[in-house]
T-cell receptor, first 113, second 114 residues
Framework: DAGVIQSPRHEVTEMGQEVTLRCKPI?????LFWYRQTMMRGLELLIY????????DSGMPEDRFSAKMPNASFSTLKIQPSEPRDSAVYFC???????????FGSGTRLTVV | GNSVTQMEGPVTLSEEAFLTINCTYT??????LFWYVQYPGEGLQLLLK?????DKGSNKGFEATYRKETTSFHLEKGSVQVSDSAVYFC?????????????FGKGTKLSVKP
């Protein structure tokens, strides 16, 4: 099993540009989570899906952020327009059950200049 | 609602020292409890877990016991190594069943000096 795969690993973009982060969960996992990690705020849950349906998006900071899961093997997190304060490491994780824990991807380090 | 509180770091120890990282929780129902580890530049990895009271999770010399009476899940290791330097996160399942998300503590950075 290749684990949770995120792309790109690093992204540098200019303020105002659109950024799309991608995630492929582990096959058979029906939960998918997007987290953001910064030094100041720690690990924040942005949104999670169950069976491709968004369940809780209360952590999405504002309308500039959107997430989709068109099928069980792919999800995107989009920021449009991006701002310097969006600079962070974004993690995707998947799970078959919260009681079993999550498997995290390696993250995407986003820098908005 | 459910929440996790873990001791603030950073924690600096010498190699072969004893490690304790405290974690307490507030929860309704019967959550599962977890410790995750994050090495520099990597994602979080599940270190160990416990799914019911008095369960002990263990892995790589680390262990933690689910204490319902003290609502705690402290991480311990008898002899740390330099390679254990990382950030450690305590977490609990957000709901009593199998649904929902994990709630993470703020993380404790551990540095082990040779």
């Amino acid at each position: 099993d290749a684990g949770v795969i995120q792309s790109p690993r690093h992204e540098v973009t200019e303020m105002g540009q659109e950024v799309t982060l991608r995630c492929k969960p582990i096959s058979g996992h029906d939960y998918l989570f997007w987290y953001r990690q910064t030094m100041m705020r720690g690990l924040e849950l942005l949104i999670y899906f169950n069976n491709n349906v968004p369940i809780d998006d209360s952590g999405m900071p504002e309308d500039r952020f959107s997430a989709k899961m068109p099928n069980a093997s792919f999800s995107t997190l989009k920021i449009q327009p991006s701002e310097p304060r969006d600079s962070a490491v974004y993690f995707c994780a998947s799970s078959s059950s919260a009681n079993y824990g999550y498997t995290f991807g390696s993250g995407t380090r986003l820098t908005v200049v | 609602g459910n929440s996790v509180t873990q001791m603030e770091g950073p924690v600096t120890l010498s190699e072969e020292a004893f490690l304790t990282i405290n974690c307490t929780y507030t929860a309704t129902g019967y959550p599962s409890l977890f410790w995750y580890v994050q090495y520099p530049g990597e994602g979080l990895q599940l270190l160990l877990k416990a799914t019911k009271a008095d369960d002990k999770g263990s892995n790589k010399g680390f262990e933690a016991t689910y204490r319902k009476e003290t609502t705690s899940f402290h991480l311990e290791k008898g002899s740390v190594q330099v390679s254990d330097s990382a950030v450690y996160f305590c977490a609990l399942s957000g709901y009593g069943g199998s649904q929902g998300n994990l709630i993470f503590g703020k993380g404790t950075k551990l540095s082990v000096k040779p």
